[in-house]
């Protein structure tokens, strides 16, 4: 018998009913949609038409609304339902493995469903739809027809369906609705409801790219042809390239290029255009270099995980530089020759264009972009080429783990431990959990990678989960690279240092070792008499990478720069006695506040370590590190490259264009340069302190120096100048400041992971935060007081053993835009388990595995 309701979950923000505090979790998907979705009967005309999946209108109060079917039901909750309304599009929009996807991250991450199920549609989905006319051809056209009504009629039999918005206009007349509802309502029309056709065409232009190796014979053979030699030698060199550019830089025109074609030589393929602000400025290569040895160990791993059915994740570990891109590129080939399609995330598209480029230059004419600075057309149009099976390879920032690729193979997840890829509103999904649930539904293959996986991650990977992969070498770029970064800057080949040969038959890579990394105690420097914030290591390293005409990228956290109390003389830092954290000062009321637990404990007048009185609250800024370097170095140009100061995008891309350009001798900045952007004159690179980023008041706050200073360092000595890190700090002895300078990832590791174990954080119990937001702080405090309230009587009353309740306390940065917050964690087990159906409302944020606790 035909399912009489449909479940449909509703675009808005009424739930169906009020969960009640201490229900039982519930046990199936059905049942958690159930608190969750509507019930609409289906009126007997669209029996036999009704999808899961399927876009439909429903009568909401006194509107009609969208929503998507999620389920089928013989009976109802409720005793009256109505009707659903018409169904917007006959292809589903959600594939049953995506409405799996949505409950799971709607029960996971505390979300409302319908949150869940928006992250899946294209922007603008809505205004897609449109509705078609069409004549009813098998039945006999009725006697009493108006003149008004023929015309419809007659029009309909000359074109076929009709958008009935392009009616009226057509047949000329003004009442064409009221006409073509008459003629439905007697059967002569028909009427539905479909998205429209992916409308705006993607931008795209014309590339050149050789198709064989370039051989003295292929050359010789081109010897009478100059024009298409200099084509040819061209795009040896550069890569595939814009026929437009190839004209401007190489000369010939289109007979050139074509006959080139003609002999089989190149091909021009039509490729997606995106604003790449370094294009040129870094080497790609657009054939699969053979692989090292380490490689093609990982690979072999990889591939034969891809000849086999059901889900896998790999924990591909290894220094920037390694060749993981290149590991990710000869996955997607192997997907790609298999029909399949795959995802690439990259934390930020600005930050990430070269690879995006190698990925676009390795597969031209099938890769599409997804991120947010596309307009919604082209998103929208992004989305039904991939669910339509046109595009094989999807990169994009973290939204892009969504794109309904109809046959999924791999997904890729670069940088795996940047916190970018976590929603930071509602649903506050972490694209890279995502990923491998949506690999375990679909039974595909993920890859993370990283040069310093996510504790969290590399954890899971040594117990078995993911499967953990090694490129313990730096492969320094490529040989050719290398040789013309030399003709350059004209570099003398002595000056080559740390190169090591990867073996006989490589003639494209080399290795390079990682640049040396000096810590300098800055208490010794006070000791000395040096009270400034450049220690005589860094001045000194600064004055000689100028004189010799190099540069020097200085820099400096930007969270957490002036709000802890440290010890001048020996290092020590004020922390809360239960939470561990380092507390915070407010100068407001002198005193000293834990940002967990709420904690308030005045200033002290001397060190608790060792008595000295120099013990005061920390401060440093990017425009104090400006002006003291402009004094110690009169002569240099310096640029300033801050996200907070510098006005607007196009200004940031100009400012690193002049350091790139060498126009600028030194770069002050506050976060990290483009990965794999090559600066061959970089030879030193300065961290002015270590300790903005160890002592802010989180428990990840030693993990991401580790990463910081990991990735700053793989950032020096990528050039055949060599280079070093200078790294300043109080806490010299500090494991994850020491690990760092030994480019140790597996040191570092131990540490924190007896660190995480001791205090109960991730990977060892689940870790969820409330935040209530409001502009008056005192509420703040009451509303927060009341849910831990309500929680401890919960926990209590269901007997739910090993969670802890921190808080409430005002978060760390307490006042954003004006207003106040104040926070509560759960940690342990299993949170979820007193959360779930916990009745928030409004001006509570829930947020499941959060990126920090600040
Ligand atoms: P990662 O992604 O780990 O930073 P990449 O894959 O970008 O590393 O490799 C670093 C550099 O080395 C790139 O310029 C890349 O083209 C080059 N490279 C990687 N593998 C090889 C190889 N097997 N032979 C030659 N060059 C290589
Ligand atoms: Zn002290
Ligand atoms: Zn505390």
Sequence with gaps: MAMQYARVVVNTRVQPRKIVDDEPRAETPDEAHAAMTFHYSIPPELQGEVRLGQLVVVPFGSRRLQGVILGFDDRSPVDETKNLLEIADSTPVLSSTQIELASWISRYYLAPLIDAVLLMLPPGLARRSRVMVGLNRDLPLPEDLTPGHRAVVDLLRREGEVALAALGRKVGLKDCARLVEDLVSRDVLWKRSQLAEAGVKPRTERVARLKM??????LDALRRAARQKAIVEYLNERGPSPVSEVYAEAGGSNATLRALVDKGLIEVVEQEVWRDPLQGRTFVTSSAPKLTEDQEAAWREIESSLCKKGPEVFLLHGVTGSGKTEIYLRALEEVLARGQQGIVLVPEIALTAQTVRRFAARFPGHVAVLHSKLSVGERYDGWRRIRDGLVDVVIGSRSAVFAPAPDLGLIVIDEEHEWSYKQ???PRYHARDVAIRRAEIEGCKVILGSATPDVVSYYRALRGRYKLLRLPQ??????RRLEEQRAQHRIDE????????VGA???EAIYMDLPPVQVVDLRQELKAGNRSIFSRALREGVADALSAEEQVILFLNRRGATTFVMCRDCGHVLKCKRCDVSLTYHSAQGDLVCHHCNRRTPLSDVCPSCGSERIKHFGIGTQKVEAVTRELFPEAKIV???????????AHERILERFIDHEAHVMIGTQMIAKGLDLPLVTLVGVLSADTALHLPDFRAGERTFQLLTQVAGRAGRSPLGGKVIVQTYAPSNYCVQAA???????FYAQEIEFRRQQRYPPFGGLVRLIYVHHDEQRCEAKATKMRQTLENKMARLGIPELDLVGPAPAFLSRIRNRYRWH??????EPHALLEGVDFGPGWRVDVDPASLL
């Design 741 to 747: 300078s030994q480019h140790d990832y597996e040191t």
């Design 213 to 218: 190796e370039l051989t003295p014979h292929v």
């Design 494 to 501: 002595g000056r080559f240092t740390g190169i090591k040969e």
């Design 505 to 507: 038959e490589y003639d």
């Design 824 to 829: 509560l964690v759960v940690r342990g087990r």
């Design 424 to 426: 930071e509103r509602t």
């Design 640 to 650: 300033r490259w801050d996200r907070d100061t510098t006005g607007g995008k196009m």
């Design 474 to 479: 730096r492969i320094m770029g490529h040989r």
